[in-house]
């Protein structure tokens, strides 16, 4: 069964500084790739998502994650972060040819000005 | 509707009562998730229903766990005798049958057990 490994449960950074996400999975198949965000006291929204073509992905809010196959890994990047995006941020694996989507336990990303 | 809505958004019962949580999906999504979100957990699968076809209830936890979806429309996730552990918060999510756009989740149901 898929499984998604999210490193890092609770990132504290101050505003401009840059930041990253790891985020691994363990099926070595075709996939789908995604990130979710949740703000606090707001639902759960895609942030970005990768199906195929250039493995570097550019999402809302000035975020972007590459897709590296060799290591199974769609780290969450951001150069420099704001205090807006103090948030919970999950990722999220779906098997080719499957509907189900497994999720990491997410990153708690608090971001002091 | 504009969302997925979900009802109610926080319910507490006593330990061994039975809860129905439901969803609406976002009109002509054919496909609906339910999750659950435990402290420190992530999410969970549940259920997911595709259009008319069998449901995939792998995630389900325990037979005391059910769901069905009428119509191809609203979902309700029911809960049997309910455990101090199945206090989490129940999302639902629906979205189109290519998954392209990822899924639009409710606000969830907090369920808190007591």
């Known amino acids: 069964a898929q499984s998604v490994s999210q490193h890092n449960h609770h990132v504290i950074l101050s505003e401009a500084a840059s930041l990253e996400l790891g985020c691994n999975y363990s099926?070595?198949?075709?996939?789908?790739l995604f990130w979710y965000v949740q703000y606090p006291g707001q639902h759960l929204q895609l942030l970005l998502k990768?199906?195929?073509?250039?493995?570097l992905v550019k999402g809302i809010k000035g975020f972007e994650a590459e897709f590296i196959k060799s290591k199974f890994s769609f780290n969450l990047r951001k150069p420099s972060v704001q205090w807006s995006d103090t948030a919970e941020y999950f990722c999220?694996?779906?098997?080719?040819?499957?509907?189900?989507?497994?999720f990491g336990t997410g990153t708690k990303l608090q971001v002091i000005p | 509707g504009a969302g997925v809505s979900q009802s109610p958004s926080n319910k507490v019962t006593e330990k061994g009562k039975d809860v129905e949580l439901r969803c609406d999906p976002i009109?002509?999504?054919?496909?609906l998730y339910w999750y659950r979100q435990s402290l420190g957990q992530g999410l969970e699968f549940l259920i997911y229903?595709?259009?008319?076809?069998?449901?995939?209830k792998s995630g389900l936890p325990s037979d005391r766990f059910s769901a069905e979806r009428t119509g191809g429309s609203v979902s309700t996730l029911t809960i049997q005798r309910t455990q101090q552990e199945d206090s989490a918060v129940y999302l639902c999510?629906?979205?189109?049958?290519?998954?392209?756009?990822?899924?639009?989740f409710g606000s969830g149901t907090r369920l808190t057990v007591v």
């Open positions: 990768y199906f195929s073509g250039d493995p």
């Open positions: 999220a694996v779906k098997d080719g040819g499957y509907q189900k989507v497994t």
């Open positions: 999510a629906s979205s189109p049958p290519t998954h392209y756009y990822g899924y639009t």
């Open positions: 099926y070595g198949g075709t996939v789908n």
């Open positions: 229903f595709q259009g008319n076809s069998a449901p995939d």
């Open positions: 009109s002509g999504h054919t496909a």
